[in-house]
């Protein structure tokens, strides 16, 4: 696609509940990154993916943090057992390869109540 | 470490008034450096961005000059309009861009008022 598509926009979440986020990059784009973005605060690095390796993911919070990018494409990053603290915007950005500038979905907000 | 400072908000000005947004940084390494704006309800999008010292990057009117002697790219812009009320972040980024290797700043909320 033109640009990195993200659904949903927003979620609400029950605390204890499981949530999917989805991130189509942009087509040819290897790279795919996620960040998480708490109120008022700058994006913080999530994980990151080459094709369909997870190549890094230092920083996912816990265990019930999960990123997957199967087909080397679409990507999902899951939470389960949402809690509170888990509240923020969940961005994901793609590159081109041999760059190191990030395009920038428009994020999904996730709220746990 | 790599770390990126910059100037705390929120900015308040008159529309056509003179915009200066600080942003120092730290880096290990030779980084980019980049301002990304974020409007109401969308991500973050690329403003500027400068590869190398002395490079100065511009666009809409917004300009930034990569300063190694002070390790500084603050963003400047003459005459801002309404529509340019956002979230502005400065941000650095080490080649290659490979895991975790893109900082950014806290963020710095303008609202420009008629």
């Known amino acids: 696609g033109a640009g990195v598509s993200q659904s949903p926009r927003y979620k609400v979440a029950k605390r204890g509940q499981d949530v999917a986020l989805r991130c189509d990059p942009i087509?040819?784009?290897?790279?795919l990154f996620w960040y998480q973005q708490a109120l008022g605060q700058g994006p913080e690095f999530l994980t990151y993916?080459?094709?369909?390796?997870?190549?890094?993911k230092s920083g996912l919070p816990s265990d019930r943090f999960f990123a997957e990018r199967p087909e080397g494409s679409v990507s999902t990053l899951k939470i389960q057992r949402t809690q509170q603290e888990d509240s923020a915007v969940y961005l994901c950005?793609?590159?081109?390869?041999?760059?190191?500038?990030?395009?920038f979905g428009a994020g999904s907000r996730l709220t746990v109540l | 470490g790599n770390s990126v400072t910059q100037m705390e908000g929120p900015v308040t000005l008159s529309e056509e008034a003179f915009l200066t947004i600080n942003c120092t940084y730290t880096?290990?390494?030779?980084?980019?450096l980049f301002w990304y704006v974020q409007y109401p309800g969308e991500g973050l999008q690329l403003l500027l961005k400068?590869?190398?010292?002395?490079d100065k990057g511009s666009n809409k009117g917004f300009e930034a000059t990569y300063r190694k002697e002070t390790t500084s790219f603050h963003l400047e812009k003459g005459s801002v309009q309404v529509s340019d009320s956002a979230v502005y972040f400065c941000?650095?980024?080490?080649?290659?861009?490979?895991?975790?290797?893109?900082?950014f700043g806290t963020g710095t909320s303008l609202t420009v008022i008629p």
């Open positions: 941000a650095l980024s080490l080649f290659p861009l490979t895991g975790n290797q893109f900082y």
């Open positions: 993916f080459q094709n369909e390796a997870q190549l890094d």
């Open positions: 950005a793609s590159n081109v390869r041999g760059t190191n500038v990030l395009t």
């Open positions: 880096a290990t390494g030779y980084p980019s």
């Open positions: 400068a590869t190398k010292a002395d």
């Open positions: 087509s040819g784009h290897v790279s």
